[in-house]
C-alpha cells in the first residue's frame, strides 16, 4: 500500500488581508505583499520540493471533496457557519484574531477540512498505508465559533467526526508539535473521553493564555487531554526527549484506533513565529517515533494534517523528511541546512535543564 497525500491547488488561493507580518495595517510598518506568515508559500514550496526530487511520483496524489455542512455542523454551531459564509460571499473579511479571508475564504476552508477528512476515511477503510493532508488553511486554533491564528474551521475535529459518525473508529488520538497550542482541537473535545488530544507547544507562544500542563479536559473528557508546554531553545535532543517520555507514553496508554498529527514545521530553528532550534531530522525522527507507535497499538493508521511552518526556504525541507519517512521512500533531499542548524543546538548545560523541566511532568503524570 502505498502513503497518500492530500492537496489542492485552490487551497493555495486562500488569502487575506494586507498586514506586515504580525502586524495589522495602520502601525508603523510597511505591510508586505504576502500579508501574513500563513501564505501559500510553504506549503507550495513543500509539493513543488517534492516534485523536483520524484517523491510525489512514489505518493497517491490526490484532492477530496468539500467537507460537507453535515460535517461541519458536528464542530460548529450554524450561527457561525452562516456568518462565515455570508461573509466569504460578500468578498471577506474578519471575524475572529488574525483569520482574515478573501472572496472564496469560505469554499477554501471548506476544501482544507475535506482534504483532512478524506485522508483520515481513507486510511481508516484501509485504502492507503498512511496520509497526509496538505490542508490550507490550517485548522488548530479554531474554535467552533471562534477562529484565531489564521484557522477558519478545525480541520482535524470535522476529520474526526466524520470518521466517527461514518463508524470508522471509535478512538481517536491527536498529537499536535506544531510550535503554537492545539487550543482549538483542545476546546472541541475537552468533554471527551474519546479522543485524546496532546499538544507539545512553546510556553506562552500563541494563546498567551491556553496550553497549561494542568488543563487536563472537564467532566467525562478528564485525563483526555495533555499539554507539554516547552521552554524556549528546546532543540533536537528535548523534543525527542518529551516524545519519548510524555507523549508517546500517554497515547499508548489510551490505546487509539488511529493517531492523527497536527503537523506543524514552526518549531523549525529558523521559523519567524517560534523559537524551538528543530531541524529537518527533527521532524523526521519524531515520525519515525509516531510511526512505531502507531505500529504497536493502531495497525500502522496514522494520518498526518498539515497546520503552521512559516519559513519559505525550510519548511520544504522539513516537509520532505516527513513524507520520505511517513512513505518508506529513498529520495530524500538533502537538508541545505545540515551543516549549520546542529552547531546551534542548546549547549550540553542546558540538558539538566529540559530534563528537570519534563521530569516536573513526568513526576505529576505517574505520581
Ligand atoms: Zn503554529
Redesign the pocket.
Known sequence: MTTGFYWDESCFWHGGGNYAGMLPVGGLVQPMNGGLPESPETKRRLKNLMDVTGLSRELAMQSAPNATLEDLLRVHPASYLDTFKKLSDAGGGELGRRTPFGPGGFEAATLSAGLAKGALMAVLRGELKNAYALSRP?G??CLPDFPN??CLLNNIGIAIEAAKSAGLAKRFAVLDW???HGNGTEAVFYDRADVLTVSL?QDR??PMDTGDFADRGRGDGTGYNLNVPLPPGMGHKGYLSAMDRIALPAIRDFAPDVLIIAC?Y??AANDP??RMLATAETFQMMTRQVMELAADICDSKLVMVH????SETYVPFCGHAVLQELSGSQICAPDPFAEVFPLRQPDARFDTFIDSWLDDMVTALNP
Do not use: C, M, S, T
Open positions: 490550517p488548530h486554533h491564528g489564521f506544531d510550535v503554537h507547544h507562544n500563541y506543524g514552526d518549531a513565529l517560534g497546520e503552521g511552518g512559516y
